[in-house]
């Protein structure tokens, strides 16, 4: 009775809520708004696409000429080796990303505190005309555009850059990746 009629009344002011917050960000930013983010979030998506597309090429010449099912480890070590791959293909995307991300992050504390300073030395007169001006100023040095990023990587570390922390972000992902297909392997020899 009474838990039910709760449940459904969070429920619906849940989805007020969402409803409401997707009206504001329509409003503010248009239907843009609903996209923003999906660039930076592509190769995840394509990091595991390819993870998925190797494990099944490299099983496929396991099992072409011998046992048409994988064992633990042979299934664990595939994993790895397709995760590998996949990173190797797509971390100099993610590492890009990382570096925008980062970069737009050291610009806007930077904005910041420029304008605290103003602010503590009494030259913060207008706060809007200052602002504006700090930002124009901020942004124009700003290496936040992926370009400019991409560029200067290259400029101060060549290709190489691009892999900087490769190592320990496989070391640190590889098993968790073995570890599914292990999991997916074993549930499908059950069938």
Not at 61 to 89: H, N, P, Q
Not at 123 to 148: A, G, H, Q, R
Not at 159 to 186: M, N, P
């Amino acid at each position: 009775g009474k838990a039910s009629s709760s449940k459904s009344s969070n429920s619906k002011n849940r989805m007020k809520a969402y409803v409401s917050a997707m009206k504001e960000a329509y409003k503010r930013d248009g239907a843009l708004a609903f996209q923003r983010g999906f660039s930076q979030n592509v190769p995840l998506i394509v990091s595991h696409t390819i993870n998925l597309a190797a494990f099944d090429a490299l099983k496929a010449l396991k099992t072409k000429y011998g046992e048409k099912k994988l064992s633990i480890i042979e299934s664990f070590v595939i994993g790895c080796l397709s995760k590998t791959i996949a990173t190797g293909i797509t971390f100099p995307l993610e590492r890009t990303r990382a570096l925008v991300e980062a970069s737009k992050s050291f610009h806007r504390e930077e904005e910041e505190n420029s304008v605290r300073r103003n602010m503590v030395d009494g030259e913060y007169l207008n706060s809007s005309d200052t602002t504006s001006k700090e930002k124009k100023n901020v942004n124009s040095n700003s290496s936040s555009n992926t370009l400019d990023v991409v560029q200067l990587v290259l400029e101060s570390q060549g290709i190489c850059g691009f892999y900087d922390g490769v190592i320990r972000h496989v070391q640190k992902s590889v098993h968790a990746s073995a570890l599914f297909f292990v999991i997916r392997e074993q549930m499908r020899n059950r069938r």
